[in-house]
């Protein structure tokens, strides 16, 4: 008697659970694993993206055309070369802006956030005040970031038109953009971090660079995975800067991954190519995020 | 038990709202004989007129029980709008296109030909542009209200104070007289000619400077084959981009410009631009507003056309109306004038322009002139996006220094693997 109401008691309960997950459950499965799986198959066939119902399997060959592609190939170095300047700059700039701002007084939280703002406002308009910014020089008109450097005697650049310059200069507005957003993660990081072990540290004569290396930094770690796979897979997500601030290119050195889909998609109408692409983008982020996940738990044991 | 009977309530009510999720994105409501219209979304006093042709649809077919909804979408929406609408199968009866995407849809059958509505007589009533931008293989399938005009606007006071005659609206500058002219401008100190470089829509590229290419007798693309590599890149095209980069390499033109309306504030003496421009141009200068052909690098006329066109889907159901609908918005009385009255764009109809006194005078005549006797549409092929992104990407490199062989070469031969694929 007293098992048989136990587990009358418990089924519910399990239905219960499911019940509640089953908003969630449902919107996931709508929005993104039925999508993700309509690209997959899409993958593998011909689709148009004016009449995707009349597709027609092509095996594996939108993966080798893809591979082959010199357009395809250029968009995935100049996102993972964005990921490379992306990531470690903006993972260390954010964790010494939160260290800096991580103090109780007032005003410190207004400097917070100023330097959250940039997250919050839009990118089109950063496009524009960071495009103008970078202006060129032409006779007496330049941007303001030109205006500096020909300032201490270095000369004028050509930013967001120089092939070589055009990927770091946006870079560059990347980080400052993006960096609040870490900023706060690793202030949260912080700001559970144990006062006594850093006081205890700081009696046994630990000077600031040994509390970090031997304090600060242990009890961040998690705070730290968080923030580079964080960073990673939202700086291989890079659209709008570069299509809206150089179109991609010059010599097509600002062309993202996400671009080349984009363009594939709604400008070729080749919606199998695309979704092959998409596959392909999905399985680059998820090994990397696998890759960093590995490292990091080798670093703890 | 009690648990359970929520649990299914539970299920049911967000089962339903799954479902009913999935039907909202699905379905459309059938609407017995309203006539479904999608356009793009322009000025908001296009909008307007555009809304109140729709009305005198409306009135004017009150008795026969036609009724006309219109939907505008954001011009850079509009495309993947329609290629949502086609894959969920809820197309309109009838919608505007940009006239070079025209192709696209043709070739993905989501057209119906018009021929059989318009009899030649009134065809013959159009621009020359217009039929051609509406004409694919021998039949027509979109009819347009308006059509687009290229000029060189200058200012007489500012080329008059620096020494320099002006173009002849007859005959063109050649490249080598504009250059000289650009020459004596930049050494009055006047910044010569604005081209605007800052525009972020690939169209601009392609639309303002395919001209220069043509007037070398050179092409985008072979017009019977569709062969993009060997055309784009040929050796016509390359000295004609070369002789373009001038006005760049020399500082000419600003290639990174801030200012969207420099001619327009007298910081240049010159503007390539088009006929949206002319109001504000006339208003600004007035008496000294000229306007001429854009200058020539070849022996070659011919000038820069294309529009927004009407068109009918072929999943229509009720062809009949839709034609009915087609016929209103482009003629004279009901569709052209008023829509040309509120965007500022050429007429499509001979029979329109008597509406229009301005047409006898500059820049006005010139746009007519233009169109009626060397227009010319842009390239009519399927793959027109992939064909305008890398030509449009390749005239920006070019501008910025890059070498034209090398840059049309590229461009030419990933235009032509998009249309191999």
């Known amino acids: 008697m007293k098992n048989v109401r136990v587990t009358a008691k418990r089924l519910p309960e399990t239905w219960t659970a499911w019940g509640f997950l089953a908003p969630a459950l449902v919107l996931l499965g709508l929005f993104v694993l039925w999508p993700t799986l309509r690209a997959l198959f899409w993958s593998f066939t011909d689709a148009d993206l004016l009449r995707p119902q009349q597709d027609q399997s ?244 | 038990m009690k648990i359970s009977q929520q649990f299914r309530l539970f299920l049911t009510v967000f089962g339903l709202l799954g479902f009913g999720i999935f039907l909202s994105g699905c379905g459309s409501a059938e609407s017995g004989e309203t006539l479904r219209v999608w356009a793009h979304q322009g000025q908001e006093a296009e909008n307007q007129a555009m809304r109140e042709i729709v009305a005198s649809f409306n009135e004017a077919h009150a008795i026969a029980g036609i009724r006309a909804e219109i939907e505008f979408f954001p011009d850079h929406q509009y495309s993947e709008r329609i290629a949502a609408g086609a894959a969920a199968g809820d197309l309109p009866d009838i919608m505007d296109l940009d006239g070079p995407t025209l192709a696209r849809y043709v070739d993905a059958g989501l057209l119906a030909p018009l021929d059989d509505d318009f009899s030649e007589a009134e065809l013959a009533d159009f621009l020359p542009t217009i039929i051609a931008q509406g004409t694919i293989d021998d039949r027509l399938y979109a009819l347009g209200a308006f059509d687009s005009a290229l000029v060189l606007y200058y200012d007489r006071e500012i080329l008059a104070a620096a020494g320099v005659t002006p173009p002849n609206e007859d005959r063109p500058w050649t490249w080598d007289e504009f250059l000289a002219a650009c020459a004596t401008l930049k050494e009055a100190g006047v910044d010569p000619v604005s081209l605007h470089m800052d525009e972020s829509a690939d169209e601009w590229y392609t639309y303002a400077f395919s001209p220069v290419i043509w007037s070398a007798g050179g092409s985008l693309m072979d017009p019977d084959t569709g062969r993009i590599e060997g055309v784009l890149n040929a050796p016509e095209n390359i000295e004609a981009l070369r002789q373009w980069q001038q006005l760049f ?87 052209i004038v008023p829509i040309v009255r509120a965007n500022g764009a050429v007429p499509a109809r001979r029979s329109a322009f008597e509406a229009f006194p301005e047409y006898e005078e500059i820049p006005y005549r010139l746009f007519k002139r233009q169109l009626t006797e060397h227009g010319r549409p842009r390239p009519q092929t399927p793959h027109y996006p992939a064909l305008t992104r890398n030509f449009a990407e390749a005239l920006r490199d070019i501008a910025n220094g890059a070498d034209p062989a090398e840059t049309l070469t590229r461009a030419a031969t990933q235009a032509q693997a998009v249309a191999d694929r």
């Open chain 1, 58 to 301: 092509r095996g594996m060959a939108n993966y080798s055309v893809l591979l082959n592609d010199p357009r395809f190939r250029q968009a995935f170095f100049n996102t993972a070369l964005f990921a490379l300047m992306v990531v470690p700059v903006q993972t260390v700039f954010s964790f010494f802006l939160a260290l800096w701002v991580n103090r109780p007084e007032p005003y410190w939280r207004w400097l917070r956030t100023v330097f959250f703002v940039p997250v919050v406002v839009s990118l089109p308009v950063l496009a524009i005040l960071w495009t103008l910014l970078y202006q060129p020089v032409r006779g007496e008109e330049m941007g303001l970031i030109n205006a500096l450097i020909t300032g201490i005697g270095l000369p004028g650049q050509r930013w967001l038109r120089d092939p070589t310059l055009a990927l770091p200069a946006l870079a560059f507005m990347s980080v400052w953009q993006g960096a609040g957003f870490q900023m706060l993660i690793f202030l949260a990081g912080l700001q559970n971090l144990n006062a006594e072990t850093l006081e205890a540290a700081r009696i046994d004569g630990a000077g600031p660079l040994q509390r970090l290396r031997y304090v600060i930094l242990p009890s961040m770690k998690n705070s730290i995975i968080f923030v580079v796979t964080a960073t990673l897979i939202l700086s291989f997500r890079l659209f709008a800067q570069p299509y809206l601030m150089t179109g991609g290119g010059p010599d097509g050195r600002t062309r993202s991954l996400i671009q080349f889909i984009y363009e594939t998609t709604f400008q070729d109408r080749n919606l199998g190519l695309a979704s092959a692409g998409v596959i392909l983008f999905l399985f680059i982020v998820a090994f990397l995020t696998l890759m960093q996940r590995l490292a990091g738990k080798e670093e703890k044991s």
């Open chain 2, 249 to 335: 390499a020399l500082d000419y033109a600003d290639n990174s410009p801030v200012e969207p309306n420099p001619f327009g504030l007298g910081k240049t003496a010159m503007d390539w631009s088009g006929h949206w421009m002319a109001r504000s141009h006339l208003e600004a200068k007035r008496e000294a507003l000229g306007a001429a052909p854009l200058p020539v690098v070849g022996e070659h006329r011919a000038a820069a056309s294309g529009s927004w066109a009407w068109a009918m889907l072929s999943t229509s159901d009720r062809p009949d109306v839709a034609a009915k609908f087609l016929r209103w918005v482009v003629s004279t009385e009901n569709g």
